[in-house]
Nanobody, 122 residues
Framework: QVQLRESGGGLVQAGGSLRLSCAAS????????MAWYRQAPGKQRELVAS???????NYADSVKGRFTISRDNNKYTGYLQMNSLKPEDTAVYYC????????????????WGQGTQVTVSS
């Protein structure tokens, strides 16, 4: 089985920075793409950033210029560097990845982490 696990969340003052990590574990052949979502209380989950094969990235307009998504394929780990944080960034952040298992005959499919809380104070 493959699992995703987020870490790095916490409480930070406005203008500060955090780096979230998303570690994949299990028998993995490759990670095709990764993305970060967030969900604030009473709000719908939204896509924050994504990265696909070749290093192509995409960002929500609200975080462009402040957040950077990256991944280390050798370590099966993704990252979300968050700078100049604002109170509006407060949410639970979730990692999502499309992963090809090393199991014989397995097809790539997406996995979700359990989320990590990010709180930005004024």
């Amino acid at each position: 089985q493959v699992q995703l696990r987020e870490s790095g969340g916490g409480l930070v003052q406005a203008g500060g920075s955090l780096r979230l990590s998303c570690a994949a574990s299990g028998i993995i052949r490759s990670i095709n793409s990764m993305a970060w979502y967030r969900q604030a209380p009473g709000k719908q989950r939204e896509l924050v950033a994504s990265i696909i094969s070749g290093g192509i990235t995409n960002y929500a307009d609200s975080v462009k210029g402040r957040f950077t998504i990256s991944r280390d394929n050798n370590k099966y780990t993704g990252y979300l560097q968050m700078n100049s944080l604002k109170p509006e960034d407060t949410a639970v952040y979730y990692c999502n990845a499309v992963i090809q298992s090393a199991a014989v005959g397995a097809r790539a499919r997406d996995y979700w982490g359990q989320g990590t809380q990010v709180t930005v104070s004024s």
